[in-house]
């Protein structure tokens, strides 16, 4: 297999996950977009990794290895981006990435305006 | 245990008190009073022992430096004299009778223990000043008189008199101590040490080169400690604070702080002609201005005050004419007397409830109510107008012996000018001392009216007291005059016939006078109501006494001044008792002078910060706040905004590193 094939396989899906990181709404797909992502790199490390192996310019297959760290990483971080979703969720009764704008600039009802924000963000999703 | 060492512990025991009583005031508040007392009167033993130790003799001298300093060195020096151990004495027994007397006097105040902390550091400052060798040790003691002036003179800070009088007491003393402290520098940097021994010996080999300035820097810091003209506007202001530690001001410490100082060095003083002729003068206009203004004032201590400012005029006057010896016996004497008068008035401000002599002219019966405080304060109301035998006659007439003397030209490096000068204003305080003494006297004790209330017996304390200060007063200028020349410079203190008859007879003239216009006046008294006493007349003496000081402004329009025509001080001197009350205006001049320009270079100063300085610094501020506005409207709150942005930096980085690699 040529590594012209595994290339554009991995670059699609890059493709695909960033269009989800930067286009979705629900935090739930952003992450799972951000999996994508992080295994087209990985598909990436995996084939390069061959393809030098064959030009016996590396024989400690440290490409594969990253790959494992890569996946190890990505399980806990899927588990915390998850715990933190689902704070988010219980907290604020949404996901939807649009809405949590806190950190906005001009944001500027902290703790006091919190209650009234979330009570009209339940009240917006009760009408919807 | 040797001299040096009984001298050495002489001014630290009283500082021990002082730290001890502040720091144990709040936890353990029976320790107070005995560490109050004890100290001093230990001090006060230790000093007489260590004047019998001197005896007039060769000096006591021992020095030891703690570290060179690189340049003129400063050292740790005892330089005892007949003067010196003399003046200790002096201090340490008006010290200790005003701290017996504080225990009564202030015996409901919670802040009593702090006050007597800081007695005690006062009285060890002023004997450091006078044990002290060297002159920044001196100036050590020197300015913590000052700082303990301000902190006793503002005990009553509730009202604000005192606090006002407290920063007057300190600014118009600093104002003298900075010349004061150039002067030194200059002083030591021709003598090469700060040793008072050097500094002398240097004099007497013609070594100073600016004789005239550094006499006058001198005089300026020598001015504002001894209060005199011009800078003795703090004095009558001062009498804001409780009355023993007027008592202390006055007698023993901080005023008689200046005179010493100019004793102690007056060589360096007479190696000019000029510095005498001013120090003549300066102690003349004192001399007769507060005898005027003493003759016009209401409150019973502001009297006094002013006489202090006049006595400390007669001795600047002994000094101006070469006389030390002269004017240290006018020291001594006049401390035991004045520090009684001070006590004594206290006693009387709480028994009549008022500080006011309108108002006790008004009474009758005062005299029966504090016979012990009557009784004393004539004795040394007698001694302080210089009436034979009380110790003030001969301490006078030794001064005005000197002035006449003086005048002759007999007098090595003493102008005879200032002999007249000295002369002449002496004569003419005599009679107004006399005068103000005879008011005073009148006034208080003669009154006619309702009758004083009773509030009981005055505490022991305190009318013991009085009656120990009595003695000296009454008796110490006969016997001593004969012996103190051996402790002195060894001229001769006894009175002469001219002065003495001339100054006995300008007494007597100036009490007679009042005396006449009192039988005048005092018809009008009853005429002309007037009162106003403390609201709590039966409280400890130093809350009558604080809210008699708070009364009187509200209550006569001024804290010098009542209008009260049957004044005998009024009907002698005329259209000008208006002026005399008031310190003929001179507070007012310095407020125009310099107050008025201060405040308003303040205000200037502070235009210029806020107008002119932070323009520019806001202008400064402006771009950045600009494009920090326009930087803050990206930050929207959503993160994929940001991710987005993210990216197009990447992408336009990746780009730019291609185009670089390949070398488009």
Same mark, same amino acid.
């Given at each position: 297999?040529?590594?012209?094939?595994?290339?554009?396989?991995?670059?699609?899906?890059?493709?695909?996950?960033?269009?989800?990181?930067?286009?979705?709404?629900?935090?739930?797909?952003?992450?799972?977009?951000?999996?994508?992502?992080?295994?087209?790199?990985?598909?990436?490390?995996?084939?390069?990794?061959?393809?030098?192996?064959?030009?016996?310019?590396?024989?400690?297959?440290?490409?594969?290895?990253?790959?494992?760290?890569?996946?190890?990483?990505?399980?806990?971080?899927?588990?915390?981006?998850?715990?933190?979703?689902?704070?988010?969720?219980?907290?604020?009764?949404?996901?939807?990435?649009?809405?949590?704008?806190?950190?906005?600039?001009?944001?500027?009802?902290?703790?006091?305006?919190?209650?009234?924000?979330?009570?009209?963000?339940?009240?917006?999703?009760?009408?919807? | 245990?040797?001299?040096?060492?009984?001298?050495?512990?002489?001014?630290?025991?009283?500082?021990?008190?002082?730290?001890?009583?502040?720091?144990?005031?709040? @936890?353990?508040? #029976?320790? &107070?009073?005995? *560490?109050?007392? %004890?100290?001093? /009167? $230990?001090?006060? !033993?230790?000093?007489?022992? +260590?004047?019998?130790?001197?005896?007039?003799?060769?000096?006591?001298?021992?020095?030891?430096?703690?570290?060179?300093?690189?340049?003129?060195?400063?050292?740790?020096?005892?330089?005892?004299?007949?003067?010196?151990?003399?003046?200790?004495?002096?201090?340490?027994?008006?010290?200790?009778?005003?701290?017996?007397?504080?225990?009564?006097?202030?015996?409901?105040?919670?802040?009593?223990?702090?006050?007597?902390?800081?007695?005690?550091?006062?009285?060890?400052?002023?004997?450091?000043?006078?044990?002290?060798?060297?002159?920044?040790?001196?100036?050590?003691?020197?300015?913590?008189?000052?700082?303990?002036?301000?902190?006793?003179?503002?005990?009553?800070?509730?009202?604000?008199?005192?606090?006002?009088?407290?920063?007057?007491?300190?600014?118009? @003393?600093?104002? #003298?101590? &900075?010349?004061? *402290?150039?002067? %030194?520098?200059? /002083? $030591?940097?021709? !003598?090469?040490?700060?040793? +008072?021994?050097?500094?002398?010996?240097?004099?007497?080999?013609?070594?100073?080169?600016?004789?005239?300035?550094?006499?006058?820097?001198?005089?300026?810091?020598?001015?504002?400690?001894?209060?005199?003209?011009?800078?003795?506007?703090?004095?009558?202001?001062?009498?804001?604070?409780?009355?023993?530690?007027?008592?202390?001001?006055?007698?023993?410490?901080?005023?008689?702080?200046?005179?010493?100082?100019?004793?102690?060095?007056?060589?360096?003083?007479?190696?000019?002609?000029?510095?005498?002729?001013?120090?003549?003068?300066?102690?003349?206009?004192?001399?007769?201005?507060?005898?005027?203004?003493?003759?016009?004032?209401?409150?019973?201590?502001?009297?006094?005050?002013?006489?202090?400012?006049?006595?400390?005029?007669?001795?600047?006057?002994?000094?101006?004419? #070469?006389?030390?010896?002269?004017?240290?016996?006018?020291?001594?004497?006049?401390?035991?007397?004045?520090?009684?008068?001070?006590?004594?008035?206290?006693?009387?401000?709480?028994?009549?409830?008022?500080?006011?002599?309108?108002?006790?002219?008004?009474?009758?019966?005062?005299?029966?109510?504090?016979?012990?405080?009557?009784?004393?304060?004539?004795?040394?109301?007698?001694?302080?107008?210089?009436?034979?035998?009380?110790?003030?006659?001969?301490?006078?007439?030794?001064?005005?012996?000197?002035?006449?003397?003086?005048?002759?030209?007999?007098?090595?490096?003493?102008?005879?000018?200032?002999?007249?000068?000295?002369?002449?204003?002496?004569?003419?305080?005599?009679?107004?001392?006399?005068?103000?003494?005879?008011?005073?006297?009148?006034?208080?004790?003669?009154?006619?009216?309702?009758?004083?209330?009773?509030?009981?017996?005055?505490?022991?304390?305190?009318?013991?007291?009085?009656?120990?200060?009595?003695?000296?007063?009454?008796?110490?200028?006969?016997?001593?005059?004969?012996?103190?020349?051996?402790?002195?410079?060894?001229?001769?203190?006894?009175?002469?016939?001219?002065?003495?008859?001339?100054?006995?007879?300008?007494?007597?003239?100036?009490?007679?006078?009042?005396?006449?216009?009192?039988?005048?006046?005092?018809?009008?008294?009853?005429?002309?109501?007037?009162?106003?006493?403390?609201?709590?007349?039966?409280?400890?003496?130093?809350?009558?006494?604080?809210?008699?000081?708070?009364?009187?402004?509200?209550?006569?329009?001024?804290?010098?001044?009542?209008?009260?025509?049957?004044?005998?001080?009024?009907?002698?001197?005329?259209?000008?008792?208006?002026?005399?009350?008031?310190?003929?205006?001179?507070?007012?001049?310095?407020?125009?002078?310099?107050?008025?320009?201060?405040?308003?270079?303040?205000?200037?100063?502070?235009?210029?910060?806020?107008?002119?300085?932070?323009?520019?610094?806001?202008?400064?501020?402006?771009?950045?706040?600009?494009?920090?506005?326009?930087?803050?409207?990206?930050?929207?709150?959503?993160?994929?905004?940001?991710?987005?942005?993210?990216?197009?930096?990447?992408?336009?980085?990746?780009?730019?590193?291609?185009?670089?690699?390949?070398?488009?």
């Amino acid at each position: 297999m040529h590594l012209a094939d595994p290339a554009v396989l991995s670059a699609l899906l890059f493709c695909t996950g960033l269009y989800g990181v930067l286009a979705r709404r629900n935090a739930i797909l952003v992450l799972m977009s951000v999996e994508l992502m992080l295994n087209a790199v990985n598909l990436n490390l995996v084939a390069f990794d061959v393809w030098l192996s064959k030009a016996a310019r590396d024989t400690l297959h440290s490409g594969q290895a990253l790959t494992l760290f890569t996946i190890a990483i990505a399980a806990a971080e899927i588990g915390i981006g998850l715990a933190i979703v689902l704070a988010v969720h219980r907290n604020r009764g949404t996901a939807d990435i649009d809405r949590l704008r806190d950190t906005a600039e001009g944001h500027e009802d902290g703790t006091a305006g919190t209650p009234t924000d979330a009570a009209a963000d339940e009240k917006a999703e009760a009408t919807a | 245990m040797t001299t040096t060492t009984l001298a050495v512990l002489v001014p630290l025991l009283p500082f021990l008190g002082a730290v001890t009583g502040l720091l144990l005031g709040r @936890t353990a508040p #029976g320790f &107070v009073r005995p *560490l109050a007392v %004890l100290p001093t /009167l $230990a001090a006060l !033993a230790l000093a007489c022992t +260590v004047a019998v130790d001197q005896g007039g003799g060769r000096a006591i001298e021992t020095h030891t430096e703690l570290t060179p300093t690189g340049s003129v060195p400063i050292e740790l020096a005892l330089y005892i004299d007949g003067f010196a151990a003399l003046v200790a004495v002096l201090v340490a027994f008006v010290a200790t009778c005003v701290q017996i007397y504080s225990t009564g006097y202030l015996r409901d105040d919670p802040r009593y223990p702090s006050y007597a902390a800081l007695v005690s550091l006062f009285t060890s400052a002023m004997l450091l000043v006078v044990y002290s060798g060297d002159l920044i040790v001196l100036l050590v003691g020197w300015e913590v008189m000052g700082i303990c002036s301000y902190f006793l003179v503002g005990h009553y800070w509730e009202t604000p008199e005192a606090r006002a009088a407290s920063i007057k007491a300190f600014l118009v @003393t600093k104002l #003298g101590d &900075v010349p004061f *402290l150039i002067g %030194l520098f200059a /002083l $030591a940097t021709d !003598a090469g040490s700060f040793r +008072v021994t050097t500094v002398l010996s240097t004099v007497a080999h013609g070594g100073l080169h600016h004789p005239a300035l550094v006499g006058l820097l001198l005089l300026c810091g020598v001015a504002g400690k001894s209060a005199q003209f011009p800078l003795h506007t703090w004095l009558p202001d001062a009498m804001a604070g409780p009355t023993p530690v007027s008592a202390l001001i006055h007698a023993a410490t901080m005023v008689a702080a200046g005179v010493y100082f100019v004793a102690r060095l007056l060589p360096v003083f007479e190696a000019s002609a000029a510095v005498m002729v001013v120090l003549a003068v300066m102690g003349a206009v004192t001399m007769v201005g507060s005898g005027l203004a003493a003759l016009a004032q209401d409150d019973i201590k502001r009297v006094l005050a002013y006489s202090t400012i006049g006595q400390l005029g007669y001795m600047t006057g002994a000094l101006a004419v #070469g006389d030390r010896g002269a004017a240290v016996f006018h020291l001594l004497s006049h401390g035991a007397f004045k520090a009684l008068l001070f006590l004594a008035a206290g006693v009387v401000i709480h028994a009549a409830g008022t500080n006011s002599l309108a108002v006790m002219s008004r009474t009758s019966g005062l005299r029966d109510r504090v016979p012990d405080a009557y009784w004393t304060m004539t004795v040394a109301l007698l001694a302080l107008a210089a009436i034979p035998p009380f110790s003030g006659f001969f301490s006078k007439e030794s001064v005005l012996g000197a002035a006449e003397h003086a005048t002759t030209g007999h007098a090595e490096h003493v102008p005879g000018s200032a002999g007249w000068i000295v002369l002449v204003a002496g004569l003419v305080t005599a009679l107004l001392t006399a005068a103000y003494a005879t008011r005073l006297w009148l006034l208080a004790f003669r009154g006619q009216g309702a009758e004083a209330p009773d509030h009981g017996r005055q505490p022991l304390s305190m009318t013991v007291v009085l009656w120990v200060l009595a003695v000296p007063s009454l008796a110490f200028g006969g016997f001593a005059y004969r012996s103190l020349p051996g402790w002195f410079d060894g001229r001769a203190l006894a009175p002469t016939l001219t002065t003495s008859v001339l100054g006995t007879g300008l007494a007597l003239i100036g009490g007679l006078l009042i005396y006449g216009a009192w039988l005048r006046t005092r018809t009008a008294a009853a005429r002309v109501p007037l009162g106003a006493v403390a609201a709590h007349p039966e409280g400890d003496a130093a809350l009558v006494e604080a809210e008699a000081i708070a009364a009187h402004a509200p209550a006569f329009g001024d804290v010098a001044y009542a209008p009260d025509p049957a004044d005998p001080g009024r009907a002698l001197l005329g259209p000008l008792h208006r002026h005399a009350a008031e310190g003929f205006h001179l507070d007012a001049l310095y407020d125009v002078l310099f107050v008025r320009p201060v405040l308003a270079a303040a205000s200037l100063v502070r235009f210029l910060d806020r107008e002119v300085v932070d323009t520019y610094v806001r202008g400064a501020g402006a771009l950045p706040r600009l494009l920090g506005a326009a930087v803050r409207r990206a930050q929207t709150g959503n993160v994929q905004t940001y991710v987005s942005a993210l990216l197009a930096g990447t992408v336009v980085l990746a780009v730019a590193v291609l185009l670089v690699a390949t070398g488009a």
